[in-house]
C-alpha cells in the first residue's frame, strides 16, 4: 500500500539516482535546476530555498518497498485555490507499475481534502508520452498545447499544459 509523507532531505540520494541520463532530467525539470547530474546536496538545497514559503510541499511516496516516488504540490494564486504539481517522478526500476498514478491520486486527495485547492495544473513535455498518458490515466485532461517551449540540445520542446478539477 502507498502512502504519501513530507519529502526528508534523506530522500534525496535515492530521489536523484532515479535520473539516469541528462535527457530525462530535462525532462523532468526543464531548467529549474543547473548542470546534470543533479546532486542530492543541490536538491536539498532547491527545497532549502522554499522552507518559508506557506505555498509549497515537497512529498515523497512510499510503499512496502521503500521510498518510491515524489512530487512537489505549490500554490499559483494568492487565494490558494490552484495548486501546480510538478518534478513527478517515480522509482526508475519500477516503472510501468503504476506508481505514477497511485502517487497522483493520493496527491489529488491530500489536494483536495487537506490544500482544499480547487484545480490542479501540471504541464508535461510532449515528447515524454509514459508522462502524458500517467496524467490522462490519474484524471488531469489537456487544456492547451501551445503554452511554451524548452530548448535543449538545439531542440524546441513544447509543453501540454494539463488539469484536473477538483
Known amino acids: 500500500m502507498m502512502r504519501f509523507r513530507p519529502y526528508k532531505s534523506c530522500d534525496a540520494e535515492k530521489i536523484v539516482g532515479w535520473l539516469k ?3 530525462g532530467f530535462r525532462q523532468w525539470s526543464a531548467d529549474r535546476f543547473g548542470k546534470f547530474p543533479l546532486t542530492a546536496d543541490e536538491l536539498n538545497a532547491h527545497y532549502a530555498g522554499q522552507a518559508y514559503n506557506d505555498g509549497f510541499f515537497e512529498f515523497t511516496a512510499c510503499d ?6 515524489h512530487m512537489i504540490i505549490r500554490f499559483t494564486d494568492e487565494e490558494k485555490k490552484i495548486a501546480r504539481f510538478g518534478f513527478v517522478i517515480v522509482d526508475s526500476e519500477r516503472r510501468g507499475e503504476g506508481l505514477g498514478r ?13 490544500l482544499e485547492a480547487e484545480k490542479i495544473t501540471l504541464g508535461v513535455f510532449e515528447n515524454n508520452p509514459a508522462a502524458l498518458n500517467c496524467y490522462l490515466a490519474a484524471g488531469f485532461r489537456v487544456v492547451g498545447t501551445d503554452v511554451g517551449f524548452y530548448s535543449y540540445h538545439g531542440e524546441d520542446w ?7 478539477i477538483l
Open 21 to 23: 541520463d541528462e535527457y
Open 64 to 69: 512496502e518497498k521503500g521510498i518510491c516516488g
Open 102 to 114: 497511485k502517487m497522483l491520486e493520493l496527491a489529488k486527495e491530500y489536494t483536495r481534502d487537506f
Open 158 to 164: 513544447k509543453c501540454t499544459e494539463m488539469e484536473c
